[in-house]
């Protein structure tokens, strides 16, 4: 049995991601879009290199990102991730962030998240950039969401077109 589309491929899923369609998404160089609290309560949006783990998303700052002192005083953030091209795959995520470690000058697990990052984002020559950073201070930071929304495609979501029952 063949699955019939109410909409041209182009379009995109028309859905949410599942969970395995969220780490594929995740897997490759998106940039995620951090969303903090500053001091005076304003919003402060920052793009940064990001590794999903399947249950947190992983971010490696350098020691002077204005944002980190946002979460020390309000770990609560937003995220988002997203395709701004045809089929805008977009995945945002509200939750905690919290610093792992740091700042200190990259080893252990912050070293390896961001070996992998400069590779995903940067290609083969990745660690060309990240070896003589390696020195610079920078955190750690776990960002763990408590609600995941997540959408390809053109169309409208049906929440948004449906009318009101009178």
């Keep these: 049995m063949t699955e019939t589309r109410k909409y041209p491929e182009?379009?995109?899923k028309m859905r949410g991601l599942t969970p395995a369609e969220i780490?594929?998404?995740l897997a490759g160089p998106v940039v995620a879009r951090v969303a903090s609290i500053d001091e005076e309560?304003?919003?402060?949006?920052?793009p940064v290199w990001q590794e999903w783990d399947g249950t947190a998303l992983w971010i490696v700052p350098r020691e002077r990102s204005v944002w980190v002192n946002h979460i020390q005083?309000?770990?609560h953030v937003a995220v988002s991730c997203a395709l701004d091209t045809s089929p805008y795959t977009r995945v945002l995520m509200r939750g905690t962030a919290a610093i792992v470690a740091g700042p200190t000058v990259m080893a252990g697990q912050c070293l390896?998240?961001?070996n992998r990052m400069a590779v995903r984002y940067l290609g083969e020559r990745g660690p060309e950039y990240l070896i003589p950073t390696a020195d610079r201070p920078r955190y750690l930071i776990k960002f763990t969401p408590t609600k995941i929304v997540s959408?390809?495609?053109v169309?409208?979501?049906e929440k948004y077109t449906k009318q009101e029952e009178a």
């Design 155 to 157: 169309e409208w979501h």
């Design 73 to 75: 005083h309000n770990p």
């Design 41 to 46: 309560g304003m919003p402060y949006i920052t």
């Design 112 to 114: 390896d998240v961001a």
């Design 151 to 153: 959408w390809e495609g």
């Design 23 to 25: 780490a594929e998404f």
């Design 10 to 12: 182009w379009m995109g």
